[in-house]
């Protein structure tokens, strides 16, 4: 973590010139029960940020695939990259992309997917913890959980990113 903290100044600094919102889709895998609810959401957020032409990262734990539709929603579209992971908090994996890629860097981060008290909670306070970022935002729509109300977690993730 050292290393990033020395890097920040550098980081923000280029991330200022294109203002963007990069987009990261977290685990919208077919082994996480939550995931096919959020699919036509999440597809929603990727169209939103083809519009804006930001960079979009598609998170996924461990060796299987994102739901074919996320694939398809970024057909044509070139900014965008899978990010493997194979721990909860993908936050480190997540900056190593922006760091190698100028188009996935934005002083703003933008999180949806699964499972708002695991994966979206660990990899978004991972994220905002590194201090890279002005920014992070849920899309709340865009994400869940396995359990009961997944309006209780987001909440609860909204209230730990303040
Ligand atoms: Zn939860």
New binding site residues.
């Given amino acids: 973590m050292r290393s990033w903290r020395r890097r920040r100044k550098w980081f923000k600094g280029k991330a200022k010139e294109k203002m963007a919102t990069v987009l990261c889709v977290i685990d919208v895998q077919e082994k996480f029960s939550a995931a096919k609810f959020v699919v036509p959401e999440v597809v929603h957020q990727i169209n939103l940020a083809r519009k804006r032409k930001a960079g979009v990262l598609i998170v996924e734990y461990g060796n299987d695939p994102s739901y074919e539709e996320v694939y398809n929603a970024l057909k044509g579209y070139k900014d965008w990259m899978v990010v493997k992971k194979d721990d909860d908090d993908g936050s480190m994996e997540i900056m190593h992309a922006m760091d190698k890629n100028p188009i996935y860097r934005g002083h703003k981060v933008r999180v949806c997917g699964v ?3 695991a994966c979206v909670q660990a990899t978004a306070i991972g994220l905002h913890d590194s201090g890279l970022f002005s920014k992070i935002e849920i899309a709340e729509a865009a994400t869940n ?3 009961g109300n ?1 309006d209780n ?1 987001v909440a609860g993730l909204l209230e730990k990113l303040k």
Avoid: E, P, R, Y
């Fill in positions: 499972n708002a008290c959980c396995t359990h997944s977690c």
